[in-house]
Nanobody, 124 residues
Framework: QVQLVESGGALVQAGGSLRLSCAAS????????MGWFRQAPGKEREFVAA????????LYADSVKGRFTISRDNAKNTVFLQINSLKPEDTAVYYC?????????????????WGQGTQVTVSS
């Protein structure tokens, strides 16, 4: 079992940057592909980015390509989401998730473990 704890959310102005972190418990972090999702008020949970177990391969939603970067440090059991050029529409609770699947899916139901989320609010 994996426990995930996100951090790094904040209130920022449009155009700013944030780095979200997700710390995982356990010794098997490198056996999980990781993903970031977000959910804005009144909207469904939305895929943001995913990364393979090794960290070599990544996948992004079209809406964040070029602005978001997912990375991981398996030695520190942590996955990151660097967010640049923030827009008001990026306002949401951001969740990290882990999956034991050998690929890195875009659908939330393919992830096995979830963190509690961290709030990102972007003011215009």
């Amino acid at each position: 079992q994996v426990q995930l704890v996100e951090s790094g959310g904040a209130l920022v102005q449009a155009g700013g940057s944030l780095r979200l972190s997700c710390a995982a418990s356990g010794r098997t972090f490198s056996t999980y592909a990781m993903g970031w999702f977000r959910q804005a008020p009144g909207k469904e949970r939305e895929f943001v980015a995913a990364i393979s177990r090794s960290g070599v391969s990544t996948l992004y939603a079209d809406s964040v390509k070029g602005r978001f970067t997912i990375s991981r440090d398996n030695a520190k059991n942590t996955v990151f989401l660097q967010i640049n050029s923030l827009k008001p529409e990026d306002t949401a609770v951001y969740y990290c998730a882990a999956t034991s699947r050998t690929y890195y899916p875009m659908t939330f139901y393919e992830y096995d473990y979830w963190g509690q989320g961290t709030q990102v609010t972007v003011s215009s």
